[in-house]
Each structure stands twice: as C-alpha cells, then as structure tokens.
C-alpha cells in the first residue's frame, strides 16, 4: 500500500533524509529505530505533508498514486495518521470541536453526510474508553496543559477516532509509564485488521513487547542502513548502535 | 419616506463652540453649565490633539476631518416609530433597552423611569431636574478638564445622553442595553454622553452596542462615566459592530471605590476607524478591574485602544487582557499604561495584548507603559505580535481538517480566552457567532441592525 523509493529530502537546504526505501503492505507492522537525529522524525513529516520538509529527489506512493502530491487533509482523508513526537498545544480550540470537524471533514470528503451530534458522542465515548483517556481530557483545549503522556495518549485516541489504514506513530511511547504504554499499545492492537497497517518509531524494546513488528529497520544518518526481523530490535537493545556504525564504517 | 424635522444644524465650527453655550445653556443647572463652559473654554486653548500628543501619534487625525460633518446642537423630532427600524434581535437576549439616536436619549426628556428598587434611567437631561444632587456630584468629575480635546468637546456639549442609577444595594439582575443609533441622511458627528452611578454593595450590568442604520460618513464622540462605589459590581461590554464610513471615538472613565469589582470587555468587530480611551482609577482598597477586549479588523480600518489603569490605593488588582486579529491593511495600536502610586502597596497588576497579523501589509504597535513607584508589587506584562502557529495548523490538516478551516479554527480559538468572559449568555453566544462569521470574512451583523436606506 505504501511505496517509499530512494527519498531525498532537506530542511532549509540540509539534507536529511539521503535515499531511503521502503515497502509496507496491508496488515504489517514496521518499527523504525535509529539513534537520535538520524531523520526517523523527517521520515514521518514527509509522510504527513509537512510543508518545511522539501522533497529534492525519490517518490512515494500511496495506493498506486503519489502521495506527495496531495495537501495534509488529503493524506489523512486518504487513511493516513501521524502520531506527533510533540503533539501541539492549541488553546482556545475544544478537543470536542476538533475532533468533530475532523470526522466531518474527513466523512465530507467522502461523500458522506455529517455524524449527527448523538452519533458523534457515542463514539466519542466508545474510543475514549478504547485508549482509557480521562473524562476531562477531552473537554479541554487541544493538548493545552495536558501531561506528557495525555498528549501520546491523546495521539492514541485521535487515531481510534479516525481509524486509519495506516499509522505512523512517532515515539508514542516515550514519556509514559509502564500502565499507559500497555493502554496505548492494547488501542493500537485494538484497532488492527489484516487490512491496516503500521510504522512504529521508537526507541526502545519494550514497545515491541506488546505491539510485535513484522520488520525492524535501523535509520541512520538519513538512510535505512539495516533491515531484519523483531529480533533485531533485541540485539539493538542490548549492544546499542555502535555495532551497526562500526559495520558501515568496515563496509 | 420618513418624516425628519430637525431642530437645528449647523455646521461645526470648532473654533468658535463658547459662543454657542447661551443657546445650550437654555434649562440646565448652574452647575452642570458651569462644566461646560470649563470645558469649552479649555477646548480653546488646546483644542483636538494632534501628531505631537504621544497618546494620538499614531492616530489618523488628519483624515478624520477631511468629511464635512454636521452636528445637531438639539435633539431632532422623529415622526416614526424606531421600533419600526430597529429591534435588537439576539435570540433570548433579555434586556431593559435605552435607545440613543444620534447621540441623543430617544424617549421623553422629562421624568427617568424607575424600573424596580429605586433603580432609575432616563436622560441626562431629565436626571438634572430630577436627581440634580447626583449628577452634580458626579457629571465629569471622572472626565476632568484639559487632558483630552475630545473629552472638552464633548463634555462642552453635553447635552442628553443615558443617565442610570442603581441605589445602595439594589441588584439589577436582568442587564441594561443601550443602543447607541445612528439613522441620518447627513454625515453626523455625534457627542453622547453617559453617566452610571452604582451606589454601595449594588450589582449592574450594562451593555452598549454601537451600530449605524445609514451608511454615511459618521463620527461618534462618546463619553462614560461610570462612579462604582464600595462593595459594588459593575459587568459592561461593549459591543462595536458598525461599517467602514463609521469612526468611533469612546471614552470611559471609571472611578472605583474599596472593595468594588469591575469587569469590561470591549469587543470591536468592525468600523473603519476605532479609538477606545479606557481610564481606570481604583481609589479604594481592594478594589479590582478585569479589562478586556478583542478587536478583528481588516481592509484599511484602525483600532486603537489605550487602556490607562491607576492603582491609587492599596491592595488593588487589575488584569487587562487584550487580543486583535489584523488582517489586509489593517493598522492599530494597543498602550496599556499601569500607574501604581507610591503608597499602593501590595498592588496586582497583569496586562496581555497578543496580536495576530494575517499579512505582511497588517500593522500592530502594543506599548506597553508601567510606572511603579511602589515596592511591593506583583506586575507581569506581556505583549505579542506573531503569525498564526504553523506547527498548530499542520497538526490540525494532518487530521483533515481543510486549511481554511483550520485556520478560521486557530484565530476563533485565539479568541476564545476574551469571549469566555463575557457573563451575559446570549450575548455570549452571539458574539461567539459574530466573531466567527467576521473570521470568514462575511460582514457580520445583527439581523436586525441592518442598513436602512434613507
Ligand atoms: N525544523 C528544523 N530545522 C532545522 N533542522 C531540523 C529541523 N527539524 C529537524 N531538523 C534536523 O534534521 C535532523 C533529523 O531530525 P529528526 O527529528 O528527523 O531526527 P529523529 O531521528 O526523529 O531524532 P529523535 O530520535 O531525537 O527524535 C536533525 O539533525 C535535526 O536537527
Ligand atoms: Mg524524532
């Protein structure tokens, strides 16, 4: 479903992203690993439409179709969600009110008539129990004074809420504590078919404790330098990343 | 066609406004004449202020005046009934309503009306016959002489604006409404003038809206005094939502006594030019004054709104918070001047003005201006002229919400923070509702507020 064939893409004239492919078919479940600043989070940007990441050279298809011609709402009108590192603060604009005009928009895009508001509280309440978010998150402003791991968990519900055939969640489970990472991970299991998939960032084993990855990719410095199975994540846990530095330097 | 017979009109003649007073004059008190011609006559010597007066610098004085505006010295006889071309039509909003018709108290001259507790209105002019010791007490005290031309101008012609009372304990529950009107085929410049006293422990609230039914050339000149004194509640918005060929030039001044509590929002959704002369003086202890306000503007309008808090006692608290949303060519200015004196200890004062400028042709000067001579003080300023946050409008379309919407989504969420405080519900509910269709850019109005050709 999604094709990613030797993307080159810059920041304010760096590049970052230095040739990266990648393939990930209905139902699987990839994690990206890689040390800090290797461009795991550029990778979900130019999946999501991030306007300051500049594509210079490579392509992605959605679908058959290219995806980075298509705006931010369309990508998402087209079943694909980016979990945020930093999920947004945005005062002043009600969980409610966003969450109900991005179902709406996404329904209108579709041809579909807007959730009536009994409907859309029903299912307000159905996901919110999903990601066992609190109550009072939700009537809040976006994100604004939400802790740390309300933001990831507030990331989890938005996915539940707009069910999509793809998810990039970047680093869901830094910052949370043992119980919410088995929540936040129960919700992403929750909501997988064999028609979903998934592209997990992380750092650490642990997520892969509960969500299994079919693949695991090791992102650095802009390339996709290794590629294996769950295990690999293991080994990455244990020795680090030198191992992989030393081996490109011999190679 | 209506029928309009006007008393008297001339045209102004700034220069010459002491030789007017005898026919001005005609049935007010002693006292109230003597103001005037203080007024007049300190007109005179200074007359409007100018590019050199640091309040006006950035003020399009010069422009102002290219019209030709008639002012009307008396009240016109209208020979229709206003009910006919206006009616305030916010759903379920249930108010006493005054109306003011080009600057003058629509309704009989003669005797105030009391609604229940000794609670009366009327107009000025009834209010010297009738409470003559209150307005004397009262009638620009607040105001003062000489430090403002507008101020003099229209304290010097004075004549019948609104005139509230709320005696000593009495709660109005139910608020007050003035509609300041304007209905006239000639290009006004009209002066009303407002004085609301509250005695102790009373309760009002009061809202002003401000609109046109003609879309001449139009200059309002207004001023308030509102006196609230000890353990009493004042809650006043004000709502201005006219056309680009209206100006408006407000002035409130509000004298607080120990312990009473304040609160103002000041909403400015659309006139082709603004200036809003907010003057606080907390001269009793633990007095406290919430100041807010909001104003969208775009095209080539002007918003200017100098907020002057004076922390003249003790234990007081003021809290400003103004925002704007500058869009085309718009222009404005926010100075928020804080005076903590030297013997107003344990004083609290916050001011926040952000702004939003949707162009780069948008323009916004906020100044603010503290001076404390006082050492135990809690004081935070802030100010802020930015874009709208492109993270927060990614992370918005990335959940497909339109670019459009999202951005009309991130300014109604900016102002959110102002319109909350509006306590008045269904007037909450329709500036919530004018605020969002002014974001689309569709001329919001009222139904019923209309143009009416003439
Ligand atoms: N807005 C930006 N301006 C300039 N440089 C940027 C910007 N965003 C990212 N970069 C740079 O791009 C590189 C890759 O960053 P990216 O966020 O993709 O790393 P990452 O792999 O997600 O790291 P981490 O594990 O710390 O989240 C870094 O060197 C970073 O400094
Ligand atoms: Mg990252």
């Not at chain 1, 004074?145 to 069910?163: R, T, W």
């Not at chain 2, 009391?114 to 209150?134: R, W």
């Not at chain 2, 003057?279 to 002007?302: C, H, P, S, W």
Request: with cysteine; aromatic share 8%; glycine share 6%.
């Amino acid at each position: 479903m999604l094709v990613i064939n030797n993307l080159h893409a810059e920041i304010n004239g760096k590049e970052i992203l230095k040739g990266i492919s990648l393939k990930v078919n209905p139902g699987e479940v990839h994690a990206i690993m890689g040390p800090n600043g290797s461009g795991k989070s550029t990778l979900a940007s130019v999946l999501a439409g991030r306007e300051l990441v500049m594509v210079t050279a490579g392509e992605v298809l959605w679908e058959g179709k290219n995806l980075l011609d298509l705006s931010p709402e369309e990508r998402s009108h087209e079943g694909i969600f980016l979990g945020f590192q930093y999920p947004v603060e945005i005062p002043g604009v009600s969980m409610v009110n966003f969450m109900k005009t991005a179902i709406n928009e996404s329904r209108k895009a579709k041809g579909m008539e807007p959730l009536s508001p009994s409907d859309f509280l029903k299912l307000m309440r159905e996901k919110k129990n999903l990601v066992e978010i609190e109550s009072g998150l939700t009537s809040r402003s976006v994100n604004e004074g939400f802790s740390g791991g309300e933001k990831k968990k507030n990331e989890i519900f938005q996915m539940a809420m707009l069910e999509p055939k793809l998810a990039v969640l970047d680093e869901t489970d830094s910052g949370l504590d043992i119980d919410a990472l088995r929540v936040v991970a129960n919700g992403v299991n929750k909501l997988k078919t064999p028609q979903n998939s998934s592209i997990v960032i992380t750092h650490y084993q642990r997520l892969l404790d509960f969500i299994i990855p079919d693949f695991v990719h090791v992102l650095y410095k802009g390339k996709i330098v290794k590629s294996s199975g769950k295990e690999l994540a293991l080994e990455l846990e244990e020795k680090g990343y030198d191992w992989i530095k030393k081996e490109l330097e011999q190679a | 066609m209506k029928e309009l017979s006007i008393y008297e009109e001339q045209n102004l003649n700034f220069s010459h406004l002491t030789d007017h007073m005898e026919k001005l004059n005609d049935p007010l008190p002693r006292f109230f004449r003597e103001a005037r011609e203080k007024a007049a006559v300190s007109f005179g010597e200074k007359g409007l202020p100018d590019k050199k007066d640091e309040d006006y610098r950035n003020f399009p004085i010069n422009n102002l005046f290219e019209k030709d505006f008639k002012y009307r010295f008396f009240k016109e006889i209208v020979h229709f009934d206003i009910n006919h071309i206006f009616k305030c039509d916010i759903p379920n909003l249930d108010t006493h309503v005054i109306i003011l018709l080009n600057g003058f108290y629509h309704g009989g001259d003669d005797q105030l009306t009391e609604l229940q507790d000794g609670i009366k209105f009327g107009s000025l002019l009834a209010a010297t016959k009738e409470l003559p010791e209150v307005v004397e007490k009262h009638f620009s005290k607040y105001s003062g002489f000489g430090r403002d031309g507008f101020v003099d101008l229209n304290t010097s012609l004075a004549r019948d604006g609104v005139f509230i009372y709320v005696p000593e304990n009495s709660v109005l529950e139910k608020p007050v409404q003035i509609v300041n009107l304007i209905f006239s085929n000639k290009e006004l410049f009209i002066q009303p003038r407002n004085l609301i006293v509250l005695e102790r422990n009373s309760t009002f609230r009061l809202v002003v809206c401000d609109h046109a039914l003609t879309t001449n050339h139009s200059l309002g000149n207004s001023v308030t005094e509102s006196y609230i004194a000890k353990n009493a509640k004042y809650d006043f918005t004000l709502l201005q939502n006219e056309h680009n060929n209206a100006s408006l030039i407000n002035h409130h001044f509000i004298y607080q006594e120990e312990n009473s509590r304040v609160e103002t929002n000041t909403i400015s959704l659309h006139s082709g030019l603004i200036r809003n002369n907010h003057f606080v003086t907390l001269d009793g202890e633990r007095a406290e004054n919430i100041a807010n306000g909001l104003y969208l503007m775009d095209k080539n309008q002007y918003a200017d709104n100098h907020v002057f808090i004076d922390h003249a006692k003790p234990n007081c608290r003021s809290d400003q918070l103004y925002k704007g949303v500058m869009d085309d060519q718009a222009r404005g200015v926010f100075s928020g001047r804080i005076l903590v004196r030297k013997d107003s200890q344990s004083t609290e004062a916050y001011q926040r003005n952000n702004n939003i400028l949707l162009t780069d042709e948008a323009r916004m000067n906020s100044k603010p201006q503290l001076e404390i001579y006082a050492d135990d003080v809690k004081c935070s300023h802030g100010a802020t002229v930015g874009q709208i946050d492109e993270e927060a409008m990614f992370y918005l379309r990335s959940r497909g919400i339109s670019e459009n919407e999202a951005r009309l989504m991130m300014m109604y969420g900016f102002t959110h923070d102002v319109i909350k405080n509006i306590h008045v519900d269904s007037l909450r509910g329709r500036i919530e509702e004018l605020v969002y269709k002014r974001l689309q850019g569709e001329l919001a109005k009222c139904e019923n507020c209309g143009f009416v050709n003439v």
